[in-house]
């Protein structure tokens, strides 16, 4: 069975950093690009960037600033999303995503990280 | 980057039919083919039922089906069930450094 699996939740201050873990299972790790997702509560879907697990080229929105940074370990089959300089609306569910067919197939679990001093 | 435009709410009695728009432009919807949509019920992680513009994974029922016509594509749910109730969001590429867009979001309520 194809899973993404996220790390747990995270709790931070304001101006911190937060690594977000996200290890597949399932399929062949480095033949997919992998998309971050976020979501702040009640509020829609943002597409944050993504990676090439093959190359690790990557992609980020704009409106990140320079602040977000995606890895992979192919040895693990894990990516890796950190966001630094943390603020108050970045409170937020992190997802990972396995890009397929031009969309988004499969979803890791979320993970809740709380920016809150 | 901007969102593409869906409308906040749709809804329908059990059997009808609901169609959701999500309007962007040249930029993304509009010269883009891989338009897809995703069902999130609440707490839970969207779910992929489109993609490809009008194709569905392997599992999602066959009354839900998708069209785009210029800058705007449609998700249709035909013969609506209380499962169908959810957020229905869209997504689209984007040229530039855009690179990918979500919409707004519908929530879809059966009556």
């Known amino acids: 069975q194809v899973h993404l699996v996220q790390s747990g939740a995270e709790v931070k201050k304001p101006g911190a950093s937060v690594k977000v873990s996200c290890k597949a299972s399932?399929?062949?790790?480095?033949?997919?690009?992998l998309s971050w997702v976020r979501q702040a509560p009640g509020q829609g879907l943002e597409w944050m960037g993504w990676?090439?697990?093959?190359?690790?080229?990557?992609d980020y929105a704009q409106n990140l600033q320079g602040r977000a940074t995606m890895t992979t370990d192919p040895s693990t089959s894990t990516a890796y999303m950190e966001l630094r300089s943390l603020r108050s609306d970045d409170t937020a569910v992190y997802y990972c995503?396995?890009?397929?067919?031009?969309?988004?197939?499969?979803w890791g679990q979320g993970t809740t990280v709380t920016v809150s001093s | 980057q901007s969102a593409l435009t869906q409308p906040p709410s749709a809804s329908g009695s059990p059997g009808q039919s609901v169609t959701i728009s999500c309007t962007g432009t040249?930029?993304?919807?509009?010269?883009?083919?891989?338009i897809s949509w995703y069902q999130q019920h609440p707490g839970k992680a969207p779910k992929l039922m489109i993609y490809?513009?009008?194709k569905r994974p392997s599992g999602v029922p066959h009354r839900f089906s998708g069209s785009k016509s210029g800058n705007t594509a449609s998700l249709t749910v035909s013969g609506l069930q209380d499962e169908d109730e959810a957020v229905y969001f869209c997504?689209?590429?984007?040229?530039?450094?855009?690179?990918?867009?979500f919409g707004t979001g519908t929530t879809v309520t059966v009556l």
């Open positions: 997504s689209s590429f984007a040229g530039g450094n855009i690179f990918f867009v």
């Open positions: 995503a396995r890009r397929n067919w031009g969309g988004m197939d499969v």
């Open positions: 399932g399929f062949i790790f480095t033949a997919y690009i």
């Open positions: 040249t930029r993304d919807v509009g010269t883009s083919n891989s």
């Open positions: 990676i090439n697990t093959y190359n690790d080229y990557t």
């Open positions: 490809e513009v009008t």
